[in-house]
């Protein structure tokens, strides 16, 4: 059975850096890619990044672009999230996500990130 397990948030400046990492536990990588999302308090859960285990396509939500990098370690079955000029709204749960066939169909427990102005 896969976990997913989220690491790597913290309270920090606006401005400041972070990186989240997400393993992925209990056999070798599985399904198609890996994806972060986030939950800010009173919204909905958005996309933020994702990423294909083979070939290693990226892509992000207009909001992170040119500031986030998604990346994956394969042989660690582990994926990051490198999160450069922190703002205040990027304070969520942040959230992995094993993309499967029919999308996404495990998450890791999230990881808080507070970014304070």
């Known amino acids: 059975q896969v976990q997913l397990v989220e690491s790597g948030g913290g309270l920090v400046q606006a401005g400041d850096s972070l990186r989240l990492s997400c393993a992925a536990s209990?056999?070798?990588?599985?399904?198609?890619?890996m994806g972060w999302f986030r939950r800010a308090p009173g919204k909905q859960r958005e996309f933020v990044a994702s990423?294909?285990?083979?070939?290693?396509?990226?892509a992000y939500a207009d909001s992170v672009k040119g500031r986030f990098t998604i990346s994956r370690e394969y042989a660690k079955n582990t994926v990051y999230l490198q999160m450069n000029s922190l703002k205040p709204e990027d304070t969520a749960v942040y959230y992995c996500?094993?993309?499967?066939?029919?999308?996404?169909?495990?998450w890791g427990q999230g990881t808080q990130v507070t970014v304070s102005s």
């Open positions: 209990g056999r070798t990588a599985s399904g198609y890619g």
């Open positions: 990423i294909m285990w083979s070939g290693g396509l990226t």
């Open positions: 996500g094993r993309r499967g066939g029919s999308g996404y169909d495990l």
